[in-house]
DNA sequence: GATAGTTTCATACATGCGTTTGAAATGCAA
DNA sequence: TTGCATTTCAAACGCATGTATGAAACTATC
């Protein structure tokens, strides 16, 4: 019942759609009002809530439109949550590839080692912890994605091993005399740190009472590709880079 | 209809029965082997699949038992999923502050830092990558629990921030100068790194097409307890537990 | 071996889920 | 306008879930 590839019924649309930056955008939005009203609204839901409990009800009551609106455009519950999550996806690996290629183009091929492990974990961080509402939503559900697991992502996220695997040939670049893998366990151990820290903030503020300050982003980055870093090279990064650092030089 | 204190039928039993130690042991099989069983099967199935995807169906068919019977025994399924979590939350802290105490009594109240953080994430880690399958289920279950989230086990999992806030304060008096803030990014990064490693072992498997060795659980923990000790002191390991990984040798 | 208490069983119930339906509303070209 | 395609809508369908029920099968005590 759900590998039917030919439509009996010509009454969806669902067209595909992908637009070539997320969706956040309001430009055409009176165009199909409907479609982005949902997915703008299940985004939310589901970094808010997780998949488990966020129901079509639940999405169509906040984005006000019919139940029925959400088979209608996106055919499934599942196409809806993989249509979020590629787009997403390619957003987010967008973001990270292009700091990771300014940064290798600022070092005439081999980039600085903190560059690049910023540029993997910057882009994430920056959107779930910083201050802008609606792109917060787009990265935390991303973080939900990578846990939860349900079925439609499992299949699509093969490939950010890939993705993955161009951070560390970058990073074998960089640093061709170090132990490959050493590469892969820092690789990912930044990404083991980025995303607990924005999974679990919470329990991080209550544990230190406030102590530990998630709000200025760029610390905790700053923080995340410092421990990287020693845990590739075993020695404290050289360069402690305070501020904003060379990743911004192409503009 | 959810909030019922009275028992208005007094057929159910479910009584709490809680071990001093997991419920792995069949000492007492044959008395309750319904409730041994049900015990069992469920956190096999939540381990292996998560909790949004197991139902009370899945679980009796392999525990073989009746339907009725996780209502008899547990009362509800949020019961059984709350009982699985004490039971195996006071097991792992117990098992993580013996090795703690060890330590500081080793170091007359002053642990050495590598074996606090050894004590945090070591029990944990050999749970779940270790060989025995049967406690790798218990420690992945509790890995499900801590991100899954469901609302049973939400609410006992507050008590989790006083257990953290125990070896941060025994960090504190391990090394007095250290910022407490540092110490807390540090704890929470260890955390970070172990569950990482088991949540996602596969993607690390894959990414480095089998170069990371994850059967040498010794090594894993070695390696995260060191990167967390950078992450505090900002300096390598001075006395590494173990022979350090082969990285060393490069430079 | 009858009796009372405990545990199991097959079955049914109520509910919420994702999905479908057929018709009504809307947009749009001729 | 008319005609046709697209989109919305209220309502329902089929199904799977957690839970409840009442009777049957045990178990132990007298």
């Not at 406030?210 to 200025?216: A, E, F, P, T, Y």
């Not at 923080?223 to 305070?242: F, S």
């Amino acid at each position: 019942m759900r590998l039917k590839c030919n439509d009996p019924d010509p009454r969806r649309f669902h067209g595909a759609m992908l637009q070539k930056d997320g969706f956040d955008q309001d430009d055409r939005m009176a165009a199909d009002h409907t479609r982005t009203a949902i997915i703008t609204a299940a985004e939310r839901l589901y970094a808010e809530r997780g998949f488990a409990d966020v129901t079509m009800r639940d999405i169509v009551a906040a984005a006000d439109v019919n139940l029925a609106a959400v088979n209608y455009h996106f055919g499934s519950k599942d196409e809806l949550i993989a249509e979020l999550f590629v787009t997403r996806s390619l957003a987010t690996n967008r973001e990270r590839l292009r700091e990771l290629k300014a940064a290798e183009e600022a070092g005439d091929g081999r980039a600085d080692i903190n560059a690049i492990f910023a540029a993997l974990v910057g882009p994430t961080l920056r959107g779930c912890l910083g201050p802008e509402k609606q792109r917060s939503d787009a990265a935390r559900f991303m973080i939900r994605a990578s846990i939860e697991s349900v079925p439609p992502i499992r299949k699509i996220k093969n490939r950010e091993v890939d993705h993955l695997k161009r951070f560390a040939a970058a990073m074998r670049r960089s640093l061709p005399d170090q132990d490959p893998a050493d590469i892969f366990w820092a690789l990912h151990f930044a990404l083991a740190m980025a995303h607990q820290t924005i999974r679990d903030s919470e329990r991080l503020t209550r544990m230190s009472d406030g102590l530990c300050d998630l709000n200025d982003v760029q610390a905790i980055t700053d923080r995340v590709v410092a421990v990287a870093v020693m845990a590739l090279t075993g020695k404290p990064a050289k360069a402690p880079l305070k501020e904003p650092a060379k990743a911004k030089a192409r503009a």
